[in-house]
């Protein structure tokens, strides 16, 4: 962390020391405008998209089932972090149970 108590990422932005750590990320996401959001749960075992249940008025009970199936031991963040920076991205954002209830 840095003096304003921020990520090296935001000091930049940081401008004097009463700035909000809040108005300051806010920038510095306007500014990024290029990352990955990565949504990855249950709903990547059937393929299709993060609203699945909900779209496709899965019963919670037959979802859960999903669980046990669901393994991340595939799941290489490295590879996702070295595939992000390649393509430019500012940022990732990994999303897991956001949809899921």
Not at 41 to 66: F, K, M, N
Not at 86 to 101: P, Q
């Amino acid at each position: 962390m840095t003096k304003h108590n921020l990520p090296s990422c935001l000091e930049a932005y940081a401008g004097d020391q009463n700035a909000q750590s809040l108005a300051i990320a806010k920038a510095w996401f306007r500014e990024a405008r290029y990352g990955l959001f990565l949504h990855y749960g249950l709903y990547s075992l059937l393929g299709r998209h993060e609203w699945v249940q909900h779209r496709e008025a899965i019963r919670p009970g037959d979802y859960a089932q999903l669980a046990h199936h669901f393994s991340a031991h595939r799941f290489d963040a490295s590879e996702i972090a070295d595939f992000a920076l390649a393509c430019g991205m500012k940022y990732i954002n990994i999303t897991t149970r956001h949809h899921d209830g």
